[in-house]
């Protein structure tokens, strides 16, 4: 089998994954172009370009109604920025230990969706309460959206699992409205980060597959699986992310132990 067909069929599951289960899909893609072959930095670019086009495409399949576009342009004009020096300082790290951050994330992620809950969201939250409240509110905000920001073009994650639970307990957003919020954020935040990468996207990645054809396999799966996603339980979806996130995260860790001591 050729790495292209290998490349483009791993992205497909890539993307699937993102479709079946929504925002913190995207922690996966830099494991899986890793497995393929792709070196760290290269995974992380193939990666923003996937977690960009997902995020575009679940906007324009109608999740725009629901978006707090004040609030989303809030974290992005904080989280833009910290993309893009995340890119930078990304690009100076080694691989191996890139492979432990996102594996460390991982498992984080992973204990957030088992552990979380929802009960709060949709009460009143920052913008219903006295002045000093809704400072008290947005401070944490503001420094979660420079966090999300960084680590998006760090590693090439989207941040939305990051998000959700700012948006949800934070700002008690209504579940849909979060994540509906959430989808420009991940889009502006990866963007910034993808042009510290344009030499990788234009040119063939480490295994010889070009970015952008990974990008669009990814696409393709994960248009595909959020049609599918909507018939399985929503609980029996958040208990096999996390076991998944859990197996990612071990399995990239032990590869990036083995480059480091290699």
């Not at 579940?175 to 509906?180: P, T």
């Not at 970015?211 to 248009?223: D, E, H, N, Q, R």
């Amino acid at each position: 089998m050729s790495t292209l067909f290998l490349g483009l069929l791993a992205a497909l599951g890539v993307g699937a994954v993102i479709g079946l289960f929504g925002s913190g899909g995207g922690i996966l893609a830099v494991p899986a172009f890793v497995l393929l072959g792709l070196s760290a930095h290269d995974a992380v670019a193939a990666s923003l370009l996937v977690v960009t086009a997902a995020a575009l495409v679940a906007l324009a399949g109608g999740a725009w109604r629901h978006v707090r576009w004040g609030i989303a342009a809030t974290f992005a004009t904080f989280g833009a920025p910290a993309a893009a020096l995340g890119a930078m300082v990304g690009k100076n790290i080694p691989g191996p230990f890139l492979l432990l951050g996102v594996a460390v994330l991982a498992v984080i992620a992973a204990l957030a969706a088992m552990r979380r809950k929802t009960e709060h969201a949709g009460e009143p939250g920052c913008a219903k309460g006295s002045v000093p409240a809704r400072l008290r509110c947005w401070a944490p905000s503001v420094l979660a959206a420079v966090v999300v920001g960084f680590l998006t073009g760090l590693l090439g994650v989207g941040g939305g699992f990051l998000l959700a639970p700012v948006l949800l307990v934070i700002l008690r957003l209504p579940l849909r409205v979060a994540a509906a919020t959430s989808l420009p954020v991940i889009a502006v935040n990866s963007i910034s980060g993808l042009f510290q990468h344009s030499e990788q996207i234009l040119g063939a990645g480490s295994a010889g597959v070009p970015l952008g054809y990974l990008a669009a396999a990814a696409l393709v799966g994960s248009l595909i699986a959020s049609r599918l996603s909507h018939r399985v339980p929503p609980h029996v979806l958040q208990r096999a992310f996390a076991t998944l996130l859990v197996a990612v995260g071990m399995g990239t860790g032990a590869v990036g132990a083995v480059q480091l001591l290699a």
